[in-house]
C-alpha cells in the first residue's frame, strides 16, 4: 500500500542538521495494523505525519497507493490524501464552531458528497459511534473519551483505506483507551482498514499486527505479532 | 459548501460578538460616512445635469482686460445673443436670462407672494428640458405677458384649479396670462426659481436695457451648439465679436459649458482653472481614506485574531480542505460582516440624512429609485468584503497545517509588522484630519475676527419695493418718532452683497493708462450712522445740504483705500469724475467690507440717492426689545406697503452667509475628522484587547511578581504609544505642507503655528491613549489567579 525509501526529515538549527528521521525505509501492506512506538521526541508523530502527507521529508522516495509521493504536486497530494488517509489526532482537533454532527460531516462537503448522500453517511456513522443523542453538540459540551469518537467518526467518515492516530488514547483514561482499541481492531478486521497508530502504551501496541520501535529517528526494532 | 460557510462565518460573529461588533461597527461607519461623502459629491457633480441637451449648452463668458490683467464674468450685452445666433455657424439657438430684479410680487385675487422670477427669452424652455406639467415648452414665452410658474408656486396661488390661462398681477399692476407649469426646480440648479417671464419684461422694468450697446454687460446669454464639433470655430468667431460691433471695445467673448459652472467658476487669465472642483476631489478622497481605514481595521482586528483561527486552519487542512476552500470560507466570513454592516450603514444614513441636511443647508437625498445607487452600494459592500477579507483569507490559509497543529505556530510573526504599519497609517490621518479641522475653524475665526467695518448687529434691511419706493422719508420718519429705529438710509443694494465696479473713475493725476476697478454704491442720507461706517474726514450726506441731490456736480464719498490710490492731498473738496460726469468729495469713510471678506477691499466711491435706493437700511433702536421694532416696522410697512408682504432681513445673519462655504468645510472636516478617529479608536480598542488577552498569563506572572497596575498598563500601553508618536512624525509635515497649499487660496490667512500641531498631536495621543489604557488596565486588574488557571 505504501513505500518509504531512505526517508530523512532534518531541521536546519543554527548551523547543524538535527535529523528528527533519519534514513528511514519501510513497507506497509494494505491490511496491516501498525502500532509506532518510541521514546518522547523520538520522531513517531514527524514519521507519521509524512505518511500521511501532511509534512514532507527532507529526502528520500514515498511512494502511496501507486502513486510517486515525493513527485506530486500539492493538489494533487492533497487529492490523493482525501482519497485514502483519515487521520486521528491526540488532541482531538475538533473545529470548536461545528456541532458533533457538521464536524463529521465537514470532510464529505470537501470531497463534494450531495447532502442526501452526506446526511446518510453521517447518520450511520453516528449510530455506529453510538453517538446519535450527541450530534448536536458542540465540542466543548463533550467529554475527552466522546470527542475522540468524534475525532474518529470524522476520520473514517469519508471511508479511508488508510488510517492514522496519533497517540490517540493519549488523552483517555485506559477504559476509554481500551474501547478506541476495540474499535480499531474491528476496522482493520472486518472492514479492512489499514491502520497505523503511534501510542505510549505496550498493551494498546499489542492491539497492532506489528510494532516498530524508533529510536532517534531510526527505527531500532521491528516485531511481526 | 457555500452554506457551510455561511453557516460557520455566522457562527464565528455570533461567538465574538465584541469583536463582530468592534468590527462591523467600524465598517458600518466607514462605509456609512464614505457613502455620505459620495452622496455629497454626487448632489455637486450632477447640479444643473438634469437637461437633455446638456452637452450642447454653453454659458456666453466675458473676458474683460485691464489693470494688467483679465477678468472673467458671465455677463453679456443684450445684443449678443442674437448677434451670436446670426454669425455663429453651428449655434442651434441663444437665449438671454436676467435675474435682475426679478423678484417680484404676485397676486392672484387677494392673495400676494414675493416670489423669485427668471426673464428669459422664449427659447429657453427649448434649450433647457424642465419638463412642464401643463403647456407647450416652445410657446410658453413668446407672449409679452406670459408667465410659466412651478409646480409648488402654482398650487400656492391656485390649489387644485388649472392654473393655465389664468391671470395674475405682478407687482400689482402688471396683469400676465400663466402659459405653463414645470416641475418643482431641483435643489441642485444653479437657477432657482418659481417663475419665468418673456425677457421683452425685462426690458420694460429697465429701459436702459433696450438697444443696441454692445458696451453694457448685464445679462447671462446661453448658446446651444450643433455638435461639439463647432465649437473651436464658434470660440474664434466670439473672439473677436464685441471689437467687430462696438470699435474699440477689447472685450472677448468665449463659450464655457453650462455643466462646469458650477465646479469650475474659476479663472485666471481668461482661462478655467478649477474652482470648487478640487473640493469636491479632497472630499472624494476622504472618502476613499475613511473606506480605506476602516478596511484597514477590519483587517488589522482578523489577523490580529489568526491565532485563535489557526487551529481551526489546521483541522480543516488535516481533513481535506484545500487553500482555496479555506480562502472562500474566511472571504465569505468578511463579505457576510462587510454586507450586514453595509445595510446598517444605510438605514444609519438614511436616519442622518435630515441631520446632516440641515447643517449643511443642502437637499441630499439617497436616490432610492435610480439602481445605479443600489450597484454602487452593493460594490462598496463587496469590494470592501473582499478587501478586507482577502489579507486574512490569504494569511490564514498559508499556515502549514502540521506547525498549527502541533502548536508551533507563532501568531504575527509576519502579520505584525503590516498591522503596525495599518495603525501608523490610520493615526496618521487622524493627525492630519484634526490638524485641518483646527486650522479651518482658526481660518475663519481669524477672518471674522478681522471686522467688516460697520456695526452689523442690530441692523435690519427692507427691499425698497411698491408704493415704499416714494415714501421711505414717511416711513423713516414715522419709525423714528415711535422709537422703533434710530437712524435709516437708503442703499444701492444690501450692504452685504457687492454690486457693481466701473474702470470710469479718474481723479487729478491719475496715469491715463492705469486702470483701476472701483466699486460704485449708492447710499442716502445718515449713511454712517445708521450703517456704524465710521467717517474719517468731511461729512456724510444729508438732507441739510440741498447740493448733495440737485447739484449738476454731484457729492460723492470715499472709502480709505480709494483716497489712498488717489492721493489726494485734501481728499475733501477734490473734483472727481465717474466717465465724464465730475463729482466733489465731500468725505471719506473707512473701509467697509462690501463683498467677500477674504480679499482686500477695492477703492469706492458712493454717489447719494437721498431718500432713494433699492434697499432700506435701519438701525434699531437698543432701548426697545428687538421683537417690538420689528412688530412695529411690520405695523408701519403694512399701512404704507400694503400690496407687499413685509421681508426683514437681519445684516449679522446675512454677513454670516459669507462664510458658509468655509463653515461647510470646517463642518465637513470636523464630522468626517471625527468619525475617522472613532474608527481608528474602534481599531486600536479591539487591537489592544487582543494584545492584553494574548498576554494575560504575562500579566498574571508579573502581577504575582508584584508589578503595579500602572506598571502593567504602561507596559501594554507602550507599544502603541510608540506606533501613534511614529504617526504623527509622518502626519505633520504632511498637513503643514497640504494645509499651507490651502492657506494660499485667501489673502488675509494666519500662519500655521506649531501649536496647531502640537495640539493636534497631543489630541491623537490622549484619544489613543484612554482607548489603549482602558484594556490595559482592565488586564491589570484582572485576578493572576484566574488568568494563571486558563493555561
Ligand atoms: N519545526 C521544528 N524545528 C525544529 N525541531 C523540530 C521541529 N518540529 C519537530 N522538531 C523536533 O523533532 C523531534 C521529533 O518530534 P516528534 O516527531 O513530534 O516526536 P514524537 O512525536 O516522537 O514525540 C523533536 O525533538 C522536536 O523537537
Ligand atoms: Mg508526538
Known amino acids: ?225 | 459548501m457555500v452554506q457551510n460557510y455561511l453557516k460557520i462565518a455566522w457562527r464565528n460573529i455570533k461567538k465574538h460578538k465584541a469583536f463582530s461588533f468592534i468590527n462591523g461597527g467600524g465598517l458600518t461607519l466607514g462605509i456609512a460616512s464614505c457613502l455620505l461623502l459620495l452622496l455629497y459629491v454626487s448632489y455637486h457633480l450632477s447640479f444643473d445635469h438634469q437637461f437633455k441637451n446638456l452637452d450642447n449648452i454653453y454659458v456666453v463668458e466675458n473676458n474683460q482686460h485691464g489693470d494688467g490683467q483679465i477678468y472673467t464674468f458671465a455677463s453679456t450685452p443684450g445684443v449678443a445673443a442674437a448677434a451670436i445666433k446670426a454669425e455663429v455657424p453651428g449655434v442651434v439657438q441663444s437665449v438671454r436670462v436676467d435675474n435682475y430684479g426679478g423678484g417680484s410680487l404676485i397676486s392672484y385675487k387677494n392673495n400676494s407672494f414675493k416670489k423669485v422670477g427668471l426673464y428669459a427669452d422664449s427659447a429657453f424652455f427649448s434649450m433647457f428640458s424642465y419638463h412642464f406639467i401643463k403647456g407647450n415648452p416652445l410657446t410658453s414665452l413668446t407672449q409679452p405677458n406670459s408667465i410659466v410658474i412651478t409646480a409648488d408656486f402654482a398650487k400656492t396661488l391656485f390649489g387644485d384649479a388649472d392654473p393655465i390661462n389664468k391671470m395674475v398681477t405682478r407687482n400689482n399692476n402688471l396683469p400676465m396670462i400663466v402659459t405653463g407649469v414645470i416641475d418643482n426646480i431641483p435643489a441642485n440648479e444653479s437657477y432657482q426659481f418659481d417663475f419665468v417671464m418673456p425677457y421683452a419684461q425685462f426690458e420694460n422694468d429697465n429701459v436702459w436695457a433696450k438697444g443696441q450697446n454692445w458696451g453694457h454687460n448685464f445679462c447671462q446669454t446661453y448658446v446651444q451648439l450643433k455638435d461639439v464639433g463647432s465649437l473651436n470655430r464658434a470660440n474664434s468667431i466670439l473672439k473677436s465679436i464685441v471689437a467687430r460691433h462696438s470699435t474699440g471695445n477689447t472685450n472677448q467673448l468665449f463659450l464655457f459649458p453650462f455643466s462646469k459652472t458650477h465646479l469650475y467658476q474659476k479663472f485666471e487669465n481668461g482661462r478655467s482653472v478649477g474652482g470648487s472642483i478640487s473640493q469636491i476631489h479632497l472630499f472624494e478622497a476622504l472618502a476613499l481614506c475613511i473606506l480605506l481605514i476602516a478596511c484597514v481595521n477590519f483587517m488589522n482586528l482578523s489577523t490580529a485574531r489568526s491565532e485563535e483561527r489557526a487551529k481551526e486552519v489546521g483541522i480543516r487542512k488535516a481533513i481535506g480542505s484545500n487553500r482555496a476552500s479555506l480562502i472562500w470560507q474566511f472571504i465569505t466570513e468578511s463579505l457576510i460582516l462587510s454586507f450586514v454592516s453595509t445595510i446598517m450603514a444605510v438605514i444609519i444614513l438614511v436616519l442622518c440624512l435630515p441631520f446632516f441636511n440641515t447643517l449643511l443647508k443642502i437637499k441630499l437625498s439617497l436616490p432610492i429609485s435610480d439602481w445605479s445607487t443600489w450597484i454602487l452600494i452593493l460594490s462598496i459592500a463587496l469590494v470592501t468584503g473582499l478587501l478586507s477579507g482577502s489579507y486574512p483569507a490569504f494569511y490564514l490559509s498559508s499556515f502549514q497545517p502540521i506547525k498549527v497543529l502541533k502548536g508551533m505556530f507563532k501568531g504575527g510573526g509576519s502579520a505584525l509588522p503590516i498591522r503596525k504599519v495599518l495603525v501608523v497609517v490610520q493615526f496618521a490621518f487622524a493627525v492630519f484630519l484634526i490638524t485641518a479641522t483646527i486650522c479651518v475653524y482658526r481660518q475663519i475665526r481669524f477672518i471674522q475676527g478681522m471686522g467688516n467695518g460697520y456695526d452689523k448687529n442690530n441692523l435690519v434691511e427692507i427691499p425698497m419695493e411698491g408704493e415704499l419706493g416714494k415714501k421711505a422719508e414717511v416711513l423713516i420718519n414715522e419709525l423714528k418718532t415711535n422709537g422703533a429705529i434710530t437712524n435709516a438710509t437708503g442703499t444701492s443694494q444690501s450692504i452685504t452683497q457687492n454690486g457693481s465696479n466701473t474702470w470710469g473713475i479718474s481723479w487729478p493725476g491719475k496715469d491715463p493708462k492705469q486702470q483701476i476697478l472701483v466699486d460704485i454704491f449708492y447710499a442716502g442720507y445718515d449713511f454712517t450712522h445708521t450703517t456704524g461706517v465710521k467717517l474719517l474726514t468731511g461729512r456724510e450726506f444729508s438732507p441739510d445740504y440741498p447740493i448733495d441731490t440737485n447739484s449738476k456736480t454731484p457729492t460723492v464719498m470715499i472709502n480709505e483705500t480709494a483716497a489712498k490710490i488717489m492721493k489726494l492731498k485734501q481728499p475733501v473738496g477734490s473734483i472727481i469724475k465717474y466717465g465724464d460726469q465730475p463729482a466733489t468729495v465731500v468725505g471719506v469713510y473707512k473701509d467697509f467690507v462690501w463683498g467677500s471678506p477674504y480679499s482686500k477691499i477695492p477703492p469706492m466711491v458712493t454717489f447719494c440717492d437721498g431718500y432713494g435706493g433699492s434697499v432700506l437700511a435701519m438701525r434699531l433702536n437698543q432701548a426697545h426689545s428687538i421683537s417690538s421694532n420689528i412688530d412695529q416696522i411690520n405695523k408701519s410697512l403694512k399701512a404704507i406697503n400694503p400690496a407687499y408682504p413685509p421681508t426683514i432681513s437681519f445684516v449679522d445673519s446675512e454677513f454670516e452667509l459669507k462664510f458658509e462655504n468655509e463653515k461647510v468645510l470646517a463642518m465637513l472636516a470636523n464630522l468626517f475628522g471625527g468619525l475617522a478617529i472613532i474608527i481608528s479608536c474602534l481599531g486600536l480598542f479591539g487591537l489592544a484587547a487582543y494584545a492584553a488577552e494574548q498576554r494575560t498569563k504575562e500579566i498574571g506572572v508579573r502581577k504575582v511578581l508584584g508589578a503595579t497596575v500602572s506598571n502593567l498598563a504602561g507596559l501594554l500601553s507602550k507599544d502603541f504609544l510608540k506606533l501613534v508618536l511614529i504617526a504623527i512624525v509622518f502626519a505633520v509635515p504632511v498637513s503643514i505642507w497640504v494645509l499651507n497649499k490651502w492657506l494660499q487660496n485667501y489673502e488675509f490667512r494666519i500662519d500655521l503655528s506649531w501649536w496647531i500641531m502640537t495640539l493636534a498631536s497631543i489630541i491623537t495621543i490622549v484619544i489613543a491613549m484612554a482607548t489603549v489604557s482602558y484594556q490595559a488596565i482592565k488586564a491589570a486588574l484582572a485576578n493572576p489567579i484566574n488568568s494563571l488557571r486558563s493555561e
Open chain 1, 1 to 225: 500500500m505504501l513505500s518509504l525509501q531512505h526517508i530523512s526529515k532534518f531541521y536546519q538549527v543554527g548551523g547543524t542538521r538535527n535529523f528528527v528521521i533519519n534514513d528511514i525505509s519501510l513497507e506497509v501492506e494494505a491490511g496491516e495494523f501498525i502500532s509506532i512506538m518510541g521514546p518522547s521526541g523520538s520522531g513517531k508523530s514527524t514519521l507519521l505525519n509524512i505518511i500521511g502527507m501532511l509534512d514532507e521529508p527532507s529526502s528520500g522516495y514515498h511512494y502511496f497507493a501507486g502513486e510517486t509521493v515525493h513527485q506530486l504536486k500539492d493538489k494533487q497530494r492533497s487529492a490523493l490524501y482525501k482519497k485514502y488517509i483519515g487521520f486521528v489526532f491526540q488532541a482531538y482537533h475538533l473545529i470548536d464552531e461545528l456541532t458533533v454532527y457538521e464536524n463529521i460531516e465537514t470532510p464529505l462537503i470537501y470531497q463534494d458528497f450531495k447532502s442526501t448522500e452526506r446526511k446518510a453517511m453521517v447518520a450511520d456513522m453516528l449510530d455506529r459511534f453510538q453517538i446519535v443523542g450527541k450530534k448536536d453538540l458542540f465540542p466543548a459540551q463533550l467529554s475527552g473519551g466522546q470527542q475522540q469518537l468524534v475525532g474518529i467518526a470524522r476520520a473514517l467518515i469519508a471511508g479511508p483505506k488508510l488510517l492514522l492516530a496519533d497517540e490517540p488514547t493519549g488523552n483517555l483514561n485506559s477504559k476509554q483507551g481500551e474501547e478506541i482499541m476495540q474499535l480499531f481492531k474491528k476496522l482493520n478486521k472486518e472492514d479492512g482498514v489499514t491502520i497505523i497508530q503511534v501510542t505510549h502504551s505496550e498493551k494498546n501496541a499489542e492491539y497492532g499486527s506489528r510494532i516498530i520501535n524508533l529510536l532517534d529517528g531510526r527505527i531500532e526494532s521491528s516485531k511481526q505479532l
